[in-house]
């Protein structure tokens, strides 16, 4: 089992940066693809950013078109933690932030194929 807790959220001007944090416990996340999914109000949650799992000998990483190019994920293992660092924040970005783990050897940007699930945090973008 595998427990994650995000945290980073709150509010920022448009155009401000914040970086969420995912941390884990229960378990390494080494053998974990990592993704950040978010969803705003009345909306359907969407893929945002992830990162493959370290035992592999390549390292991916995948982005929703919305934020590439602005938001990079990143891990630190010996923290047991994921990073998602946002800059170039819009009032789009609104939403609760959360962070998922799927112990697949292949990469997935759907949301069902991920079994461990945080329980979010909130990120507000102010024009």
């Known amino acids: 089992q595998v427990q994650l807790v995000e945290s980073g959220g709150g509010l920022v001007q448009a155009g401000g940066s914040l970086r969420l944090s995912c941390a884990a416990s229960?378990?390494?996340?080494?053998?974990?693809?990592i993704g950040w999914f978010r969803q705003a109000p009345g909306k359907e949650r969407e893929f945002v950013a992830l990162i493959s799992r370290s035992d592999r000998i390549d390292r991916i990483t995948k982005y929703a078109a919305s934020v590439k190019g602005r938001f990079t994920i990143s891990r630190d293992n010996a923290k047991n933690t994921v990073y998602l660092e946002m800059n170039s924040l819009k009032p789009e970005d609104t939403a609760v932030y959360s962070c998922?783990?799927?112990?697949?050897?292949?990469?997935?940007?759907?949301?069902?194929?991920?079994?461990?699930w945080g329980l979010g945090t909130q990120v507000t973008v102010s024009s």
């Open positions: 998922a783990a799927d112990a697949g050897w292949g990469t997935t940007s759907t949301e069902n194929m991920y079994e461990y």
């Open positions: 229960g378990r390494t996340l080494i053998s974990y693809n």
